[in-house]
């Protein structure tokens, strides 16, 4: 991890991309904006977090789904005989 020490109004260049710059400090609060592509996505950690498991568990509901259509398509192909 790198840890660099900026002040207000200065910024942090990720790439040729992405400026991330400090707005403003507040106490133990700091706001930081981020200028990077639309075509990147910029999440704060928890909400990443949150989606990630979002599509986990939508993964694993389509899987299910998927392995009773299977087990129906199968007895229906069993009872036709």
Known sequence: MLILSRKLDEKI??????????????GEQVKIGVEAPKSIKVFRQEVFEAIQKENKAAAVEQSNNQVGINAVSALSKLIKK
């Open 13 to 26: 260049q990720i790439g040729d991309d992405i400026t991330i710059t400090i707005i403003d400090i507040h």
